[in-house]
């Protein structure tokens, strides 16, 4: 129960500093309508979090999947293309 406290304690401590707007879109919010968001996983105080909106944070998690996805395209057909980009430069 005292983590949930702490954490509950945190997240008022981080709403308060970024007076209740989305630290991405300046949006102003309260506590139900804005979330506070760990900068790495691991994050352990209010410095290391940062509040914003749900609709930013949906925008950030999907680029992060496309941004993924990119990094998945094979090395050799991504070498290929750019092989083939070059050479058409100088033909």
């Not at 500093?17 to 989305?22: G, P, V």
């Not at 994050?43 to 999907?62: G, Q, V, Y």
């Not at 996805?69 to 057909?77: G, I, L, T, V």
Request: glycine content about 2%; hydrophobic content about 45%; proline content about 4%.
């Amino acid at each position: 129960m005292e983590a949930l406290t702490n954490a509950s304690k945190m997240r008022l401590q981080v709403l308060r500093r970024d007076h209740y707007k989305c630290r991405v879109c300046h949006w102003m919010g309260d506590e139900i309508t804005l979330e506070v968001h760990p900068v790495c996983p691991s994050a352990a105080s209010i410095d290391n979090m940062f509040t914003i909106c749900a609709r930013c944070r949906n925008l950030i998690e999907t680029w992060a999947v496309v941004t993924a996805r990119s990094f998945r395209e094979p090395a050799p057909a991504l070498l290929s293309s750019r092989l083939r980009n070059e050479k058409a430069i100088f033909l």
